[in-house]
């Protein structure tokens, strides 16, 4: 096998580069990289004429080495045999029509940073939009499964409450009696540090009463819920859409609203105000300790002041937050289960965000409760 090779003879003003041997591509490999670089450096000769009667072979790893070198266009000085000429006339064309297509596809918009933050706030305000549509549509839903069971009760699933009460509710009492007497130690440590230097030490019963029940022991409670049961109801909607439960369940004429949403619903509904009770009684139980430890009062007028300083309507608001808390904690983690698609990306994404999601309504409607109960359950 003969190799390829080049020659570069001087010949005045136009040098000639005389190409021999087979410009095969197993030929072209034996060559080297040396030897490639070479050869391009010599294609890059000023007023360089090509010589290639004597090539003996050419395929289409030689044709293209060759054309890269021309620069994608015949030499203006070119002895080539007719055979081969068929070859880089194809090349020639399909060049061509790259470039045609290439002119013919229109250039991707340019954006200055005003235009990109316009389209960044339209695609957000789509997501949201998306996000409501689908949460109304979740409402109404359940709107029609409750008037579906006024006029059919036998169909309430009393099974599927029970066991979402148990979990949401019974196994959620450890974590939030820890928690909420913790939170009624730290509370009376630090308001009586403050309380000691004014001579106000009986007024650590308000603080406490006032802050945790009608405040601190809701939202405390719909926190512990929402990152325990909220993100375990949206991980169980969301692996049963990864796994086609769903689908299944609507294939065989169960109504997947009625079985999975309104137990849910129902469940933290009913045990929300039941653990608010529960943790505020705990909290109220750790603030007290710790005054005793501190300011040295007395159980006995820790419990003969505290409904003198709380009213009773403070006990109403704190367990009417929990039934909302609850109820908007199942729908948004509900919401955010049935977007899942099968795949576990989006699983860990839809968790994450109706972890955060619940978290930011509870601190709303805990605002907006703030706003409408300003002047109910207030001392006189």
């Known amino acids: ?22 410009w095969t591509l197993r030929a072209l490999a034996s060559q080297g990289d040396d030897w490639r670089q070479r050869f391009e450096r010599a294609g890059q000769t000023p007023h360089l004429s090509w010589n290639c009667l004597e090539i003996e072979a050419l395929d289409s790893s030689g044709a293209l080495m060759l054309w890269r070198v021309w620069g994608g266009k015949f030499p203006e000085a070119l002895l080539l045999q007719p055979e081969h000429l ?3 006339e194809r090349m020639a064309e399909a060049d061509a029509a790259t470039t045609v297509a290439a002119a013919a596809v229109p250039p991707a918009p340019t954006f200055h940073s005003a235009h990109a933050g316009l389209r960044a706030l339209g695609q957000l305000s789509l997501r949201l939009t998306d996000h409501v549509t689908s949460f109304i549509a979740l409402l109404g839903q359940l709107v029609l499964d409750v008037l579906y069971l006024l006029r059919h009760p036998a169909d309430l699933p009393k099974r599927e409450i029970s066991a979402n009460i ?51 022991g809701p939202v405390l409670v719909a926190v512990l819920v929402a990152g325990r049961s909220g993100s375990a109801m949206t991980a169980q909607l969301g692996v049963m859409r990864v796994t086609e439960e769903i689908d299944a369940l609507s294939t065989m004429g169960v109504p997947r609203s009625l079985r999975l949403i309104f137990p849910k619903v129902v469940a933290l509904g009913v045990a929300m105000p039941l653990l608010v009770l529960w943790t505020t009684a705990i909290a109220l139980i750790g603030g007290m300790v710790s005054a ?43 919401h955010f289960g049935l977007r899942v698609v099968p795949n576990t990306e989006s699983l860990s994404a839809n968790t994450t965000a109706s972890v955060v999601s619940s978290i930011t309504v509870v601190i709303l409607l805990d605002a907006v409760f703030a706003i409408a109960t300003r002047g109910i359950g207030l001392p006189k």
């Open 86 to 88: 068929r070859i880089f």
């Open 1 to 22: 096998m003969k190799l390829p090779d080049f020659v570069l003879i001087p010949t005045g003003d136009a040098p000639e580069c005389r190409l021999t041997g087979r």
């Open 292 to 334: 005793q430890l501190q300011l040295d009062i007395s159980y006995g007028y820790f419990f003969e002041a505290l409904p003198k300083a709380v009213p009773a309507a403070n006990v109403s608001i704190g367990l009417i937050k929990g039934l909302i808390f609850g109820i908007a904690i199942a729908l948004v983690a509900c």
């Open 166 to 216: 148990y979990k949401s509710g019974v196994r959620a009492m450890p974590v939030t009696a820890l928690v909420g007497f913790l939170i009624g130690v730290v509370l009376s440590y630090l308001s009586s540090l403050q309380l000691r230097q004014f001579g106000a030490d009986i007024f650590i019963v308000n603080i406490l009463g006032l802050g945790i029940i009608r405040e601190l």
